[in-house]
């Protein structure tokens, strides 16, 4: 299994400001996935996070609102920006090693709350 | 469309009670992968499962066994002689090979299981 880590683990933040969440594995890994969590409610794709390109954003989700980079095969970020109360939200990190390997592994999440 | 349905939003049971959590998926794909994920109150996403659409025999690890139904598009999780530590929220999800999202999960709306003493 990969370990991955997330910071920060929940933070409280001010509207119109923006976060950063950074996601770390413990290895090399092909696919990074943004996830939300609303309170109560299941997991929703943000996006795909491709090492060296463009993240591929689901519907609902644009890269001004929710920009994500992947510098390498082992990291990336989830940057939510403008915050509003409506992004209150966890967010997690998961990982894809690829080929036949399909588990997909989950960070701690990062508990966001936008007062 | 939703792809996974859980119907049951919340289930309540007494310790040492059998029971099994539904799990519906809707897709057209011939290839694709069925998960159960745990999240207890922590909040940390623990996977159980995973079932490639190829492989139908049922999978039993302790007291959790897995009944996969291509026939009924059904992936149902059964929890025998449940304990406290079983209280969490359960999802199922699906992952299509014919995706644009890169094998990326839909995840059913969970289950909300409570155990009780």
């Known amino acids: 299994s990969a370990v991955i880590s997330q910071k920060p683990s929940r933070d409280i933040c001010q509207r119109g400001t923006s976060l950063t969440i950074q996601c770390q594995v413990d290895s090399q890994v092909t696919m990074m996935f943004w996830y939300r969590q609303q309170p109560g409610q299941s997991l929703t794709l943000i996006a795909t996070a491709n090492q060296g390109s463009e993240a591929t954003y689901e519907s609902g989700f644009v890269i001004d609102k929710f920009p994500i980079s992947r510098p390498n095969l082992t990291f990336s970020t989830l940057t939510v920006s403008n915050m509003s109360p409506e992004d209150s939200s966890i967010y997690l990190c998961s990982a894809r090693r690829g080929g036949s390997s399909y588990e997909q592994y989950f960070g701690p999440g990062t508990r966001l709350t936008v007062t | 469309a939703q792809k996974v349905t859980q119907a049951q939003t919340e289930i309540s049971v007494v310790e040492k009670e059998d029971v099994t959590l539904d799990c519906v998926y809707e897709t057209r794909d011939t290839t694709y992968y069925l998960f159960w994920y745990k999240q207890p109150p922590s909040g940390e996403l623990v996977f159980l499962i995973r079932r490639n659409s190829f492989d139908e025999q049922n999978e039993i690890s302790g007291r959790y066994s897995w009944n996969f139904q291509k026939s009924t598009s059904s992936f149902n999780f059964t929890i025998t002689a449940s304990q406290v530590v079983d209280s969490a929220v359960y999802f199922c999800?699906?992952?299509?090979?014919?995706?644009?999202?890169?094998?990326?999960?839909?995840f059913g709306k969970g289950t909300s299981l409570l155990v009780t003493p």
């Open positions: 999800a699906l992952s299509e090979t014919n995706s644009n999202s890169g094998y990326a999960l839909n």
